[in-house]
């Protein structure tokens, strides 16, 4: 990815990196079709490994069959994502010295549907896990069957955040 032109705004410690991706419930996916670029809001789930320094970073989604979106990701599995979290308003002491505080996680990938069954219940739990922690997860075979679920395998990402001044 591109350097980051305020490098004090960037997130680079994994631990900070991971609590971003924790607080957040929407996952923004860009993406392209024949009639052009778009974007998509998700709910997601997500797989975090670290070893040696090194991050792998999936997401998971679910979708119905078919759609924009569905044919969208058949044809070209090329994507972009982005999450944030708003902090507020920073106060300034004239109009155009406001900020806005935030977190955010861009980043590229590819995505790719799953199509094995126990592919999917694991996609699905992650899912689960993140948006609803603590709920019984149960899947039967016939509600796995009735959605898409997609795994978006992060190529590369960067975190960059906005603090309020204390």
Known sequence: ????????????DGKELRSVIEKCTVLRIG??????????????????????????LKFYI????????????RKD?????ELDREGGVIEGSYTCSYSFAYESIMGTGTIRLLEK???KRRGLRFLMEHMAPGSPIEFRDEMIEAVDVYEI?????????????K
């Open 1 to 12: 990815m591109a350097h980051m032109r305020l490098a004090k705004r960037e997130i680079t």
């Open 31 to 56: 993406g392209r079709d024949e009639e052009g670029m778009f974007i998509v809001p998700v709910n997601y789930g997500y797989e975090w490994e670290e070893k040696d320094g090194d991050i792998s």
């Open 62 to 73: 679910h979708s119905a069959k078919e759609g924009r979106k569905a044919r969208a990701f």
């Open 77 to 81: 599995p090329q994507v972009a994502v």
């Open 117 to 119: 069954t126990e592919d």
């Open 153 to 165: 395998d992060v190529a590369e990402f960067k975190g960059k955040k906005r603090e309020k001044k």
